[in-house]
Structure formats: C-alpha cells, structure tokens
C-alpha cells in the first residue's frame, strides 16, 4: 500500500529455517534483523554470504544484505514484529521429553525489547501448549504489559504460533507458496500474524488456536512417519521372504487406492523423527501406533546395520564405500539422519575398509575421528571399492551407471538402482550355465 509504513522485523535464530525466512521477509521490502548465538554465524550473514546448503539461498542473502535490508548480531533488537524459529530438541532424559529451553531463552530475550503494539509469533516446531507457555514466560517478565489472554480487555500484546511446510531443497520455493497454519492465543492475535504473513506468503493463510496450530504440525509429520514406518516394515518383511521390496511396492501401488512410500534405511531430519514424539509425550496412552511407528523406523536403522555387517563380513579385505550420510537426497543437514548413524557404525566396526562419500560435507562428522575410516568422492570409490552401500539417493549416485557398479556387491537401502538385482541375476545364471 502506497505510503504504508513496513514493520520492523526481529528473527531469533539463523538456520535451516530462520535464515531463509528472514531472507524471503527482508525481500518483500521489510528491514530485518536476526539473532543467533553462533558468532560465526552472524558473521557469516553480514557478509552476504551463507552458512548453511539451500537452492538459491545465497544469491538470495547476497542480494538483501547488499540493499542494507537483514543484519545479524549476537542480541535481539527492537522490532515491530518477533519470530522465534529455534531448536526444540529432545531432554537428556531418554525418554524423548521435549526440551523447550531454547524457546523459552528466546522469549526471554524478546521480553526485554518488546513495547505495546509488537506481535511475537513462535515458529519452532513445538508441543502443544508451548505458544502460551512463551505467552506466560513474557507475562512474568513484562508485568507491565497485558498479555492475550490473561487480561479482559485489549491486550497489548499479539502472540501467536505458525510453523512452516518445508521440504529441505525447495525451502524458499515452499516458504512463500505453501499454505500456512497460523494459531492466535486469540482470534485478534491470530489476525494480526494473518497480515503479516500475507506481506510475502502467496499460499492460503488458515486462521486458528494457538493449541490447535501446534497440533496440526504434529499430526503432519507423525502421519508421515506412520506411512513410512509401513514401507519400512515391508521391506524388512522382504528382507527374510528374500522378495525385492522395490518390485512389490511398485506393483501394489497399481491399485488405484494405494500408495506405498519408499522405504529406507529408517527416517531422519529434525522433524518427522522427532515431532511424533512430542504427541507420544504429551498423551502416551492414546498414541500406541505412533509410538510403534516411531519403534519400526528407528528398528530399520539396525535392521540395516545388521544386514550391511553382514555384507561386509562376507566379503574380508574389500574395501567397502558408504554412500551419503545426509537425511535426505541433495542437501547437507545431517540431524538426525540414519545414513550417519549407520555409517558411523560401520566404521567402528571396520576401520579403514570403510570410505564415505558425502558430495555435500567437507568433512566427516566428529563421530568418526580415530575410526580409521575416510572420505572419498563417487569416482574414487567406484574404482577402488567392490562393496558399495546405498544410504542416501543423492542425484550423483542415482547418476551412477550399470557399467560402473555392474560387478560390485550393492547393498541399497534407498532403491535408486533398480536395474542392479536384475544384473545380478543375470550373473548368477551365467555362472550357472558356465559351470553346467
């Protein structure tokens, strides 16, 4: 609107989501300023320049920082509007208790900056209930200041919760054209987050709850672990029927009411194995087979080891090449991911017989410092490795001809050759028709 005054934005926390979002904010003409606790981190931003893997995210940051629109700085500034898009881990309990500290440090720090009139709006994928819980945490910090909620008239306040929808890879894309879930601690808050997001979100902006909004989130992501959960007990099931789990899924999927996911070799990223959890926590006697689906992923994980063990005790002096340790094809997040905790394993186990190649790591995780294992690249493990262990469906592997592999023992958890069982057969009965 010609002669509007833009708001004043205020990002807590830079990473996989909060950078990109302040850089889409900041590209709609808004003046952005982030926080994050990493000092490299925010030097890195003021720079222009990125810290961590995303499509075209860095032009995108080079571009905004030259107009002068984001900065970066170790504290939260003043601003018309906050968004909160940190960590909410797991406690170090074991018992996957959600671990809001991190939330609730930022709310703090917002506390202390925030005046009559700013909107606080929590992204972080979090418990239900987590949205007031920050809405108590800034009453008992700002008790000048009426809260939503807590006060009968027109508070001063707006709080609300709206989590993102994105798939690492095509963050920026699904940022802006997504739909959004956006969960007021009132229907006034709720709209005053509406406006906001409609300056730079193209997708449809649904109104709600604070509560239900968080539970929306959860139910996204525990539905898709329960989906893949079945594809990877199928396979498992394959597995010790000795059937090939690719064939079978492709074949059921012709009925045109199914739609078997890809298994793999369990499930990574620091949302769909971790946010079913926080429903589990929250009612654990109503959650049984979302507590089971999360016990089938995280079973296939050592289904795997098992079974790649195996492999490479059969084949004694071979060199063995893992391939990938991200949680997902073609980006450098490895939170959570089964390929590096699989990889890791085995390079306890084998030492030196083990090469990992990661196109998108400049260097091992710390887990596999003293193993003995090392980093290569595809060409160097194609020549020099007979075994190759598919972990990650990275476009360079699934680049990889027959020719090249044709001859090697594959283990391939992801599916992305499907023409490598045909080619072992074909071996065995030519070996066959030689010896007969």
């Keep these: 609107m010609r002669g509007e005054t833009l708001p004043q934005v205020s990002v807590i926390g830079l990473g996989y989501i909060g950078l990109p979002t302040a850089a889409i904010i900041a590209r709609s003409g808004m003046r952005v300023h982030g926080m994050d606790v990493t000092p490299n981190v925010v030097d890195t931003i003021n720079r222009g320049e990125i810290h961590i893997e995303e499509v075209d995210l860095d032009g995108l940051v080079q571009g905004v920082v030259a107009r002068g629109l984001p900065t970066a700085s ?20 074991g018992q996957h208790t959600p671990d809001l500290t991190y939330v609730l440090e930022a709310a703090r720090n917002v506390a ?13 994928t979090s418990p239900v209930g987590t949205t007031e819980q920050m809405r108590d945490m800034l009453a008992g910090q700002r008790p000048d200041l009426a809260m939503p909620g807590l006060c009968d008239g027109t508070p001063d306040i707006s709080i609300a919760y709206c989590p993102e929808r994105v798939l690492p890879g095509h963050i920026l894309e699904e940022l802006t054209n997504n739909d959004r879930s956006i969960g007021g601690i009132t229907p006034r808050c709720a709209r005053k987050a509406l406006a906001f997001y409609k300056r730079f979100v193209r997708g449809t902006c649904v109104t709600t709850d604070a509560k239900s909004a968080e539970m929306t989130k959860l139910v996204e992501n525990a539905y898709r672990d329960v989906n893949i959960a079945f ?16 064939e079978v899924i492709s074949l059921a999927n012709r009925h045109p009411r199914v739609n078997i996911l890809t298994p793999g070799p369990g499930v990574g990223g620091h949302c769909i194995a971790v946010d079913p959890w ?17 016990g089938v992923n ?14 490479v005790e059969a084949n004694p002096g071979a060199k063995i090449a893992c ?19 699989v990889a890791a394993t085995l390079a306890r186990r084998f030492g ?34 007979d075994v190759l262990i598919v972990l990650v469906d990275h476009d360079l592997f699934k680049s990889v001809p027959l020719a090249e ?6 283990y391939d958890t992801r599916g992305i050759w499907p023409d490598q069982p045909r080619a072992e057969a074909a071996a065995v009965v030519e070996e066959l028709r030689k010896a007969g």
């Design 74 to 93: 170790l504290k939260v500034s003043p601003a018309d509007v906050f968004v909160i898009a940190v960590p909410t881990p797991f406690a170090k309990d």
């Design 112 to 124: 202390a900056v925030i005046k009559p009139g700013d909107l606080v709006i929590l992204e972080s």
């Design 231 to 246: 594809a990877n007990e199928l396979s498992m099931i394959s597995d010790a029927m000795g059937l090939d789990v690719w």
């Design 278 to 294: 926080f429903i589990v926590s929250a009612s654990p006697e109503h959650s049984p087979l979302i507590r089971t689906a999360r």
């Design 298 to 311: 995280d079973g296939k994980i050592h289904h795997v080891i098992a079974r790649a063990s195996a492999l």
């Design 323 to 341: 391939l990938g340790l991200a949680f997902k094809a073609n980006i450098d997040d490895f939170r959570e991911s089964p390929a590096r905790l």
């Design 352 to 385: 030196a017989r083990i090469h990992v190649v990661e196109p998108y790591a400049a260097e091992l995780p710390r887990e596999f410092t003293g193993t003995g294992a090392v980093q290569t690249d595809i060409d160097s493990a194609l020549e020099e490795c």
């Design 405 to 410: 592999r044709a001859h090697k023992q594959v």
